[in-house]
């Protein structure tokens, strides 16, 4: 493979004003790509808002010699998610990368949990998502060529106390992901999901002690990798973060079936548990279509 070079390409990095972003849209402008750097400016908890950390990325990327526009828009509403693609379109002419990286945190536990601290962080994340990557898959769609990164989390993934409303909304872009995976792949868009680990401001003070390298670097690799022109991949997740690149997959194992049978208690069920559960055998199903293609293998 040679060396990642985005010339020519456009790039959309959401939250770009503060940490894993910015480490991103430096990057992406070191490497030739016109970037449109997104970011409300707010604080942590999504209050707030402001012009400034936008535009000192901007600043940085052209006193670098790259080619940068800010764009304060949130991604939080569908007039928002417009208005970032339309920041691309109307200054670079086309989209060819969408990092989805704007985020805020909520964290309560479940049962104390409001309806507006869900709402907010389901709006950030999961709308957001949805809001910035329609028009932007559809400007892709035009030009036969796109790479979509989503970041989601561990927190949704694996699950993590105190985060119902943000874990949720980060397993949800997978499902986004997945599914632009396959209605993307006739036109040259890949899709793919990060899970990052890294110090920023969301995580200051979290992972001290723990002897971990937390640059925001080390996420950065992989996000431009996934963005390059050939990279293949597409539908896949990485857990990403202080120098360790994993793959996380959804897969199914083999399991019990017993097609024959003219019915299933749950005693069957009990009966036979371990060998639903035993994982020595799996498949990773790269649609609905392939799950369903593993259960009517067994048809006799
Ligand atoms: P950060 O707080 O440094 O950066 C997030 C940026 O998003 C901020 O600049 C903020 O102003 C911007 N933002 C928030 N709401 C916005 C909105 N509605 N519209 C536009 N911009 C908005 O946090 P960090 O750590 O860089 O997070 C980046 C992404 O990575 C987030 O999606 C976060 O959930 C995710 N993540 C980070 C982890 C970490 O270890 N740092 C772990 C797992 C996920």
Redesign the pocket.
């Known amino acids: 493979m040679s060396e990642i070079q985005y010339d020519g390409r456009v790039a959309i990095i ?10 991103h849209a430096l990057e992406f402008a070191k490497r030739g790509a016109k970037v449109v750097v ?7 908890d ?1 209050s707030g ?1 402001g012009a400034a ?1 936008a535009d000192q990325v901007v600043d940085e990327i052209k006193q670098a010699g790259g080619i940068a526009v800010a764009n304060y ?4 509403t569908p007039e ?1 998610g417009e208005a970032i693609v339309k920041t691309a379109l109307d200054n670079f002419g086309q989209v060819d990368i969408l990092v ?6 909520r964290d309560r536990s479940f049962a104390k949990m409001s309806v507006a601290e869900a709402d907010a962080v389901l ?3 999961l709308k ?1 998502g949805f809001y910035v990557t329609l028009p932007a898959f559809r400007a892709m769609k035009e030009k036969q060529y796109g790479r979509i990164i989503f ?5 949704g993934v694996f699950g993590n106390f105190g985060q119902a409303n ?1 874990g949720a909304a ?1 397993m949800g872009l997978v499902g986004l992901s997945n599914v632009l995976a396959q209605e993307g792949a006739k036109c040259n868009i890949k899709s793919n999901v990060i ?9 200051e003070g ?2 001290d002690g723990l002897g971990l390298k ?1 640059d ?1 670097e080390y ?1 950065t690799a992989m996000v431009c990798y996934l963005a390059a022109e050939q990279c293949e991949l597409t539908h896949e997740i990485y857990s990403v ?1 202080a120098g360790r690149y994993a793959r996380v997959f959804v897969g199914a194992n083999v399991g019990w079936n017993d097609s024959q049978a003219e019915s299933i208690s749950a005693d069957d069920v009990a009966a036979h548990i371990e060998q639903i559960r035993d994982l020595s055998d799996y498949t990773v199903p790269g649609s609905a279509a392939e799950e369903i293609g593993e259960a009517m293998k067994n048809l006799k």
């Open positions: 959401t939250g770009a004003g503060n940490g894993l972003g910015k480490c997104n970011d409300l400016g707010g604080a942590m999504g808002g950390a828009d949130s991604v939080a928002g989805n990286n704007a985020g805020i945190l709006d950030v994340h957001g970041t989601a989390s561990a927190a943000y980060k899970a990052p680990i890294a110090e920023t401001r969301m995580t979290v992972m937390l925001s996420v973060g």
